[in-house]
């Protein structure tokens, strides 16, 4: 499919009105053919759609067309349909990955008490069982096409997400002087699935790079390794982690299976932000670390211009059919064409990938390798849009 080839329904409109209704995007109401909107097609886009009762793929994540990442807010417990739902008023922490079957990497800023435990959604949030999961002042939760942000009230801060390809984009923007200030991060967390880490380690690299990998047995997609490298905007004070009830202070290496993670502290001033970036890879650390570079490198800590970058692509590609009508028939167009580009990239930006069988296997130049949400009934929708 090539983005630069536009669509113009307006000129065949009755076509297009039943082209939409019954092979596209279905139930569609009838769309209205009118002058054209002011807004582009992003903005037509409400990733908050369809949250409440719904699946790990879906939520409102920072993402580009086709990325391997798609960063944002987890509040569930584990279990089936775990992942984020609206109408919960927390955010457990921020993960990578939201694919079938697939999970990676969770952050999360904790400025209260310190614990490794997530505390549960349906705990209190004071006393034992509370975790570092925080509330949220849900009158600030903002997210578009590649961007999410929102007040997480416990930790005191605000978390702002984007995202490249193969890369996630963090910054914390702390609301007052914290002396002991952590940015954790884990590696078991509640998912849809039942998932085990097999092997993990995180190491420290210097005061501003740790890497990693996290080798990960999921109940229904089988083994597939990880590898992480995160740079940090300003120098950590110290390096910790733990494994299961095993700490590591001021170390400079976690490894371990089962409950691994770690975390970094900081002292910040009032209105500092603390940025992350991290590069993923199911290759291995040289492609983890190829894919930051390449993908988030010519921003140097920019972080706008990664949001602004990702709108530009959501928008080029959401361009490709242009429809006028009522603004509510174009949200529920422009969100479900949104919807329907949920699967990921899962070769490096060198054109290598694991296959099943986790052998290297290595694409001829400018290819890519797909894959993530199920097939199932795409016939309907998805498989049309991408015959274009």
Known sequence: MTYERKYLFHAKKDQAVEYLQYYCIRPLIPIHFAAFAQKAPVDYVNVFTGTSNSRWMLGPYAGVPYGMVQLGPDNQESGWMAGYDYSIMNVTGFSHIHAWTMAGLMVMPQTQDFTTENGASSKAYRGAGAGFH?????????????????????????????????????????????????????????????????????????????????????????VYKLHFVIEFNKPFSSFNGWESNNFTLNGSKISGKGDVGAYVNYSVKAGESIMMKVGLSLVDMEGADNNL???????????????????????????????????????????????????????????RYADPLNKIQQLPSGGAMYGGDAFWNTFWNFNTILSW
């Open 134 to 222: 925080s509330r949220i002042l849900k009158e600030t939760e903002i997210a578009s096409p590649g961007y999410y942000s929102c007040e997480l009230y416990d930790a005191d801060c605000k978390a702002e997400l984007t995202a490249t390809t193969h890369c996630g984009f963090h910054k914390y923007t702390f609301n007052k002087d914290v002396e002991n200030a952590r940015i954790l991060l884990v590696l078991n967390f509640p998912y849809e699935y039942r998932f085990d880490i097999e092997d993990a380690v995180i190491e420290k690299v210097n005061g501003n790079t740790i890497e990693g990998y996290a080798l990960t047995r999921a109940e229904s997609s089988g």
């Open 293 to 351: 570079k390449t993908e988030l490198e010519p921003f140097g800590w920019n972080f706008g211009e990664v949001v602004a970058a990702a709108r530009q692509s959501w928008n080029k590609l959401l361009s490709t059919i242009e429809v006028t009508g009522s603004e509510e028939n174009m949200q529920k167009f422009y969100t479900n064409f949104y919807r329907s580009f949920a699967k990921q990239t899962w070769s490096d930006v060198d054109g």
